[in-house]
């Protein structure tokens, strides 16, 4: 069984402030996405990271790939109220074919005003 | 872009009952779709992997004969919870991987909320 870490599991800040959410593996991902998803439905795909080192920019969230490929980070800059969410890391592990995502636990991001 | 649909959004039924969720990829086809369960302030977990016109591959520790999965078509997969019971309540959502942005993406439903009275 594939375990995917994500930290910190619950986190509540000051609007303006930065944070980072991690997401770790002992084994290696041929691709890794976050999601968000608000309370009821389903998750909101953000970003797929592929390649080991890649870094991409979704407005003022920053998702980092390892460079092995067994981790991942998002880091919001001056988050606000409307950040507020669960954001859920999911890797999809070296096998070939169409798998079904493993989840990480989950953050539960809180931005108070 | 890819859209998934579930019907129903919710349903409440009495312990005992079966009920039908069913997942369809809208404009595109699916020979694969999956299917998770989350529990409240929980992450998704994987149930099973549902496959057009062959059995579908569950997870380790998921009941097959209480989790009846059937792949219809290229756009319809069904999950069947069979004799309910209220510890089966839960939000079950179901995936499916199309092409998006260049490589391969899962497109997630909008989810089902169960509750067994």
């Known amino acids: 069984t594939q375990l995917l870490e994500q930290s910190p599991q619950f986190l509540s800040i000051q609007e303006g402030e930065n944070l980072t959410v991690y997401c770790n593996s002992s084994s290696v991902f041929s691709s890794l996405q976050w999601y968000r998803q608000e309370p009821g439905e389903g998750p909101v795909l953000l970003v797929t990271?592929?390649?080991?080192?890649e870094v991409k920019k979704l407005k003022r969230l920053t998702f980092q790939f390892g460079d092995a490929r067994k981790d991942s980070s998002l880091h919001i800059t001056a988050a606000q109220p409307g950040d507020t969410g669960l954001y859920l890391c999911?890797?999809?592990?070296?096998?070939?074919?169409?798998?079904?995502?493993?989840f990480g636990k989950g953050t539960h991001l809180i931005i108070q005003p | 872009g890819a859209v998934v649909s579930q019907h129903p959004s919710w349903v409440i039924c009495k312990s005992g009952t079966s009920v039908k969720i069913e997942c369809r990829s809208l404009?595109?086809?699916?020979?694969?779709m999956f299917w998770y369960r989350q529990f409240p302030k929980q992450s998704l977990m994987l149930m099973a992997t549902?496959?057009?016109?062959?059995?579908?591959?569950?997870e380790q520790g998921v009941e097959k004969d209480k989790f009846l999965i059937n792949h219809a078509s290229l756009t319809l997969s069904t999950l069947t919870v069979t004799s309910a019971h209220p510890e089966d309540s839960s939000f079950y959502i179901c995936s499916a991987p199309g092409r998006g942005a260049g490589t391969d993406t899962q497109y997630f439903g909008p989810g089902t909320r169960l509750t067994v009275l």
């Open positions: 549902s496959n057009e016109g062959s059995k579908a591959t569950y």
């Open positions: 999911a890797g999809e592990y070296s096998g070939g074919g169409a798998d079904g995502l493993t």
């Open positions: 990271v592929v390649t080991g080192g």
């Open positions: 404009d595109f086809q699916a020979t694969t």
